[in-house]
């Protein structure tokens, strides 16, 4: 072993089991805080044990399709279209994937409680307890991201003796096997959640007229478990595989800029495991004041996620110094450009979703003339949200490109991008800390209304809940960047891999054309696919709250309990059956471009898919968001409060967009990494039997 491959692994591995431990320490510091009354915990149990068994049936269903995968991957190693090793690659990548989703989701479970609990006592107590249930998420998902290329990176490197470039292409398909995982659980946890959640507000709310989180209300328990399926296990899954998808684009185009020398693949490994480490210094300085408003919430998690984006890039200059040599000081900049790209992306989707600003303040106003004018003024205000991001990472690639020598080096310049986005993600352990937090803040508040809890723990919680609508937002905008860069890094690598001309990528070339519009479609279609799965799913459940309401004597009244199992078992099989034809779609798509179109095709659906994926999901997350908040802001007092027609319109507005930014919207960043991986994984078919 050479003393840099050593000192690398080492480093890497510290990175990953200081996560690992810190997350642990943080979850056994959670369970000591008391889950509160009997009521308190015979509810945060019925939401656990519909979250684990909607888990093991899924689960189940994906086990198939990656046992499947698993043998067309051995057929195409045996045909010696593959390297042995990326079979096996994908099943880690998706067991790590399915992992980091769990472990979250069983910390959310069983915090839910004990943060309601903990506002009986006050705001701070409460922001301490659920941002501590994040911060585990948080930093399971980048210990589990490191641990599994610390994995690889020792068999390949020392076991099988591979070389550097050998490595980092075997490497990069085991996020293929991550990004499938995480379309599995972000579109069917999301089609599980947003169908319980239509299903309890609009009969529970606009129909029955009883308040969100009633006991009365047969959706009420899927609702909360649908939190935990799809905004906890689904973006665990989700930003995993966005984490390592960014690290590993990174070191195959650093190997390559640099010849295959190693010192380009360890700059991105050493920036993530700075990450960890000053993530969790961040995480000390989350703490907040009784009666804080939003305003105030917003500042106590930026105080944290700043604090650590400032230690990335003071550190990140020496750094770039020592492991690539002074000459290459500039791609400090691409690093500093990702980071700030970031922060800014997260500010603009906060303008955006926030109800401390105007557009969410202006979007609750226009209920004044109902339902359809706070529709039509949501849509407004998320497609005009696609503007800032957009130019925030044009700017971004031209400044990576630029800074990193792309004029004259292009392969330097891709590399520079790459490191952008990793440079966006290098805090991702206490940026997910402030997106996870929100579901268990949410959790709380409905155990707080079920359990008969005094109303100041109910204002309390619904603070925090907020705040998560717009730290959630913030934490999708900010994926959905990073997503962005990180495909236009796996489209390089592609473009590297399948060894295309400029030339031949002309926009003149009618492959290239067809194969742009094709990708283009591909967003839309998705979008199609899983809005039209909620919608499915929901009517079930709408009809059965319905049934239950008229059937079960006394439920209104208070004297009969609701049947909750049947929502929950409507949602999961619903959601089970609705997410195989999605990720289908996503893996089908360029295999059939690549035969019929050839690889020219292939490069022009990705970059089609980019763009337009990336304007649908900023556009649906953030109309989504906005929604939320602006249907919270009404029921803090303003346009009339709870009850009013205001506040009906505004639940309508909320209702549509749930499957935008909790299903459909953060999916779709999903797709456009898993449509380069699988283009990635199937090159050699497509090379040797295209017909074009």
Known sequence: ??????????????????????????????????????????????????????????????????????????????AKKLTPYVPFAFLTGGFFSALSGFIGMKIATAANARTANACQEGLNRGLRVAFSAGSVMGFTVVGLGLLDITIWFILLKFVFKLENADITSAMLTFGMGASSMALFARVGGGVFTKAADVGADLVGKVEAGIPEDDPRNPAVIADNVGDNVGDVAGMGADLYESYVGSVISAMALGVAAFKGEIKGMALPLLIAALGVLFSVIGTFFVRTKEGADQKQLLSALSRGTNFSAILIALSSFPLVWFVLGKEYYTLYFAILAGLIAGVLIGKA?????????????????????????????????????????????????????????????????????????????????????????????DNAGGIAEMAGLDKSVRQRTDALDSLGNTTAATGKGFAIGSAALTALALLANYIEKVGITSEQLSISNPTVLVGLFIGACLPFVFAALTMNSVGRAAQSVVVEVR??????????????????????????????????????VAVAAPIIVGLVLGVTGVVGMLAGATATGFLMAVFMSNSGGAWDNAKKYIESGVFGGKGSDNHKAAVVGDTVGDPFKDTSGPAINILIKLLSMVSIVFAGIVMSFSLL
């Open 1 to 78: 072993m050479k003393n840099m491959d050593v000192l690398l692994v080492s480093l890497i591995a510290c990175g990953a089991l200081l996560a690992l431990v810190f997350a642990a320490l943080t979850a056994r510091r959670v369970l000591k805080f008391p889950e509160g009354s009997d009521r308190m915990k015979k509810i945060s149990a019925s939401i656990r044990a519909g979250a684990n068994a909607y888990l093991k049936r899924q689960y189940r269903v994906v086990l198939i399709f990656f046992g499947v995968m698993f043998v067309i991957l051995g057929i195409m190693a045996i």
């Open 349 to 441: 989707t906060e303008y955006f979703t926030s109800d401390s600003y105007k557009p969410t303040r202006k979007l609750a106003a226009s209920s004044e003339t109902g339902s359809a004018t706070i529709i039509i003024s949501g849509l407004s205000v998320g497609m005009l949200s696609t503007l800032l991001p957009i130019v925030i990472v044009a700017i971004c690639i031209l400044v990576a490109y630029f800074v990193s020598g792309g004029k004259t080096d292009p392969g330097l310049g891709l590399y520079g991008i790459a490191l952008a986005a990793v440079g966006m993600l290098s805090t991702l352990g206490i940026t997910l800390a402030t997106d996870a937090y929100g579901p268990v803040a």
């Open 547 to 584: 049934r239950q309401f008229k059937e079960i004597v006394g439920l209104m009244e208070g004297k009969a309990e609701a049947d909750y199992a049947k929502c929950v078992d409507l949602c999961t099989r619903a959601s089970l059956k609705e997410m195989v034809l999605p990720t289908v």
